[in-house]
């Protein structure tokens, strides 16, 4: 039994050993990364400088490379590109809705149902299009009015739920 347990407390002393050297190696591993990540945003600060004063001597017409000077014009063709992508993206940010451009067009061959003062509705029109009601009758016959009251749209004779600005049939204003 004592040699179990002496193996037991072996094999743990030497996981425990394992785990302790492991979590050191990942210590180390972090720290040399970020000793390599600092290098290369130093080694890159380093370049945009360079970039920068290349920049300035072309702008300049001082930089005499043929090579950086085609780096340095293409830099600039991006860069003034860009501007110009700029200042479409607010002028497309600033448009205004044309409402009267995407409307729909006025129909030629439709006519609303003539109105009817009967109380029965008119047989629907052939091609199955649903008739447009007229405005129902008040209790004393004559057209209801006040919140009771359907209000037809101008251009398509469709009915206008109230206080729309549009038409739902056919997106015309209503008001």
Sequence with gaps: MSDFLESAKSFVNA???????EAQKQIRVRNKQTEIDKLVE?????MDELGQVAMTLYQQGKLTDAQLSRLCASV??????????ETQLQEIKNEAYPVDQFGPNPTTNYAPPPFSSSASTPPPPPGGARPQPGPQAGPQGGPQTGPQAQQLCPQCGGIVRPNSLYCR??????R
């Design 169 to 174: 049939n056919c997106g015309a204003k209503v």
């Design 76 to 85: 600039f063709e991006l860069d003034h590109d860009l501007k110009n992508r």
């Design 42 to 46: 130093q080694r890159r600060q380093l």
């Design 15 to 21: 996981a425990m050993s394992r785990t302790g050297w």
